[in-house]
């Protein structure tokens, strides 16, 4: 059974730092990206960041680029996003996903989904 889990979310003033984490089990993560979205209440997810398990090819939305940085460690099976100069508008529930596709924007390309975590920022 495929399962991911994040954490690390919670409240930040602007100008703050978070680091969320995605373990992911169950499945050979070498095969597969891993992304996070991110959703507001009554929206759709939104790309936030992507990472290939095998060499070093991450992806960005532009909104984010330079302030997030997406890594991993294949030994825990884990992926981490750090968020950085966070601003209000980044408020939002952050989830993970794995995906075998080459389009990894997209969140109709994942098939597997993490529970969520919240990050609240305040001015």
């Known amino acids: 059974q495929v399962q991911l889990q994040e954490s690390g979310g919670g409240p930040v003033q602007a100008g703050g730092s978070l680091t969320l984490s995605c373990a992911v089990s169950?499945?050979?993560?070498?095969?597969?990206?891993v992304g996070w979205f991110r959703q507001l209440l009554g929206k759709g997810r939104e790309f936030v960041a992507a990472?290939?398990?095998?060499?070093?090819?991450?992806y960005y939305a532009d909104s984010v680029k330079r302030r997030f940085t997406i890594t991993r460690d294949n030994a825990k099976a884990t992926v981490y996003l750090q968020l950085t100069n966070l601003e209000p508008e980044d408020t939002a529930a952050y989830f993970c996903?794995?995906?075998?596709?080459?389009?990894?924007?997209?969140?109709?390309?994942?098939?597997?989904w993490g529970q969520g975590t919240q990050v609240t920022v305040s001015s």
């Open positions: 996903g794995t995906s075998a596709a080459l389009m990894l924007t997209l969140y109709r390309f994942y098939d597997y």
């Open positions: 169950g499945r050979t993560v070498s095969r597969y990206a």
């Open positions: 990472a290939r398990w095998s060499g070093d090819n991450t």
